[in-house]
């Protein structure tokens, strides 16, 4: 089992800061990927930033030199820096993890935090 728990959204003006973060709990469940999506009102939830199996980071091409991906050693704290925010980066952020348990493979969402950009 593995619980995933946001925070940090908020509301912020363009050209702004937020961190996000993303609390991992996990029983028996070795986590081999993770990372944070966004979805937008009317969107299709897409990929932000993660890290994948071997341990190297993806960005969307929309936040490659504004947003940074990062974890604690232990993996059990996620984050997303997120700078300069435009206002086509207002959604709600997930934040997701992969791996695989006793009972086999699975995804994991957490409840999402709400980033919104306005002046």
């Known amino acids: 089992q593995v619980q995933l728990v946001e925070s940090g959204g908020g509301l912020v003006q363009p050209g702004g800061s937020l961190r996000l973060s993303c609390a991992v709990s996990r029983s028996g469940f070795s986590i081999y990927a993770m990372g944070w999506y966004r979805q937008a009102p009317g969107k299709q939830r897409e990929l932000v930033a993660a890290f994948t199996s071997g341990g190297s980071r993806n960005y969307a091409n929309s936040v490659k030199g504004r947003f940074t991906i990062s974890r604690d050693s232990a993996e059990t704290t996620m984050y997303l820096q997120m700078a300069s925010l435009k206002p086509e980066d207002p959604a709600v952020y997930y934040c997701?993890?992969?791996?695989?348990?006793?009972?086999?493979?699975?995804?994991?969402w957490g409840q999402g935090t709400q980033v919104t950009v306005s002046s």
């Open positions: 997701n993890a992969e791996g695989r348990g006793s009972s086999g493979s699975g995804t994991y």
